[in-house]
């Protein structure tokens, strides 16, 4: 009966692309803790504190029925005043929240495009939804305007949907929101900006890079708490009319049960060390500006970004190197397609709090010596 997921599992094997689970171990430079909000006492703090004053941990139940808690409710109007946005709507991972925008809010009719290295969460999105799918070159503003204005030549009517990243998560390069805001005003466009990678890093008190944008009528965002954040969940925030429209129509949203009210808790506190604890970006950059620096001479080029990304591009070469890195000590993860394309295979260097200045000028020595 399981002869084809055996099947399946052997030439993932033979391919050395087969995947299995580990512990983790060594210093970071794998995760997306990028503030070091993971362990932060102040967001045990909160989530005992709101244990104390009686908080469930589970919700119980999908939002529509009794799932809604309070806890959900405070940070979407305390998320909806930190992002400037009309609306806020909080999902269990971004995962879900991309899967509910990209399945419910493009209609028949409508064309949907997007970076071609957007999250594939999107695409599994865009899979489930009804709008005509169309990839559009990375980065390329004039792309995404060109594509446009061919759908509109042959006809269409409906409306065109510009998605991207705003930080990307493979490359660490930064999408070019301005550009993409005046194609989206010019053509009547809605910009869906994924800001998983940015947040807390990013714009005032770690809004973001569409921190300028965010409360505009055409525009969506997207922000994960289960990285710079230090928690779990996904707010999107945008009109309010698209937040009714999310609750009464994603299935992702109407189907979930809803994420514990402790996570709502912990994000709460998170959007105020944003506020509070400026230096935790400050020491960041300090550590980003260590880390290209050391890393200059390996064939890492700087990317502005807390991503910083060795392209080796051989499959086996990366996972060698990367095998070798951690048996160091240290958590760097070899990236293979299909989640980057071929011939880009890379060691994905994240930089966090995680890790000290010290710890970066040794993880050059450990890449180096591996490289050789």
Not at 47 to 52: G, M, N, P, W
Not at 185 to 204: N, P, Q, S, Y
Not at 276 to 288: C, F, K, N, S, T
Request: glycine content about 10%; overall charge negative.
């Amino acid at each position: 009966m399981l002869t084809a997921h055996c099947d399946n599992l052997a030439e993932l094997a033979r391919h050395n692309g087969l995947r299995a689970l580990a512990p983790r171990t060594g210093i970071d430079f794998a995760s997306n803790d990028y503030l070091g909000l993971a362990h932060s006492s102040r967001l045990r703090a909160a989530v005992a504190s709101a244990l104390d004053n009686g908080v469930a941990i589970g919700s119980g139940g999908s939002r529509l029925l009794r799932g809604n808690d309070a806890e959900h409710e405070a940070l979407e109007r305390e998320a909806e005043a930190f992002f400037d946005a009309e609306s806020a709507l909080f999902f269990a991972n971004g995962y879900m929240a991309n899967l509910a925008i990209f399945s419910t809010l493009p209609q028949r009719g409508d064309l949907m495009l997007h970076d071609a290295y957007i999250h594939a969460s999107a695409h599994d999105g865009m899979r489930l939804g009804r709008a005509e799918t169309m990839s559009v070159p990375h980065n390329d503003a004039t792309a995404f305007e060109d594509a446009i204005a061919r759908w509109r030549r042959g006809g269409a009517t409906g409306r065109p949907w510009i998605a991207v990243e705003s930080l990307y998560s493979m490359d660490g390069d930064r999408a070019p929101l301005s550009d993409l805001m005046e194609v989206a005003d010019r053509h009547a466009a809605w910009l869906l900006i994924d800001e998983a990678h940015a947040t807390g890093v990013f714009g005032r008190d770690g809004r973001g890079l569409s921190d300028t944008l965010e409360g505009r009528p055409n525009v969506v965002t997207l922000h994960t708490c289960g990285k710079a954040m230090g928690g779990e969940g996904a707010l999107v925030c945008g009109p309010a009319i698209l937040r009714d429209f999310l609750v009464n129509r994603g299935r992702s949203f109407i189907f979930s049960t809803a994420p514990s009210p402790l996570a709502a808790s912990a994000a709460r506190e998170s959007l105020r060390i944003f506020a509070d604890e400026p230096e935790r970006r400050e020491a960041l950059w300090q550590r980003v500006a260590k880390a290209e620096q050391a890393l200059a001479g390996l064939g890492v080029t700087p990317t502005g970004s807390q991503i910083l990304p060795l392209i080796l591009g051989d499959d086996a070469t990366t996972m060698r190197v990367a095998a070798a890195v951690q048996a160091a000590g240290f958590d760097v993860r070899g990236i293979r397609p299909p989640t980057v394309p071929a011939g880009t295979s890379r060691l994905r260097i994240s930089v966090t709090l995680n890790a000290d200045i010290a710890n970066i000028a040794a993880l050059a020595d450990a890449i180096r010596l591996a490289l050789r």
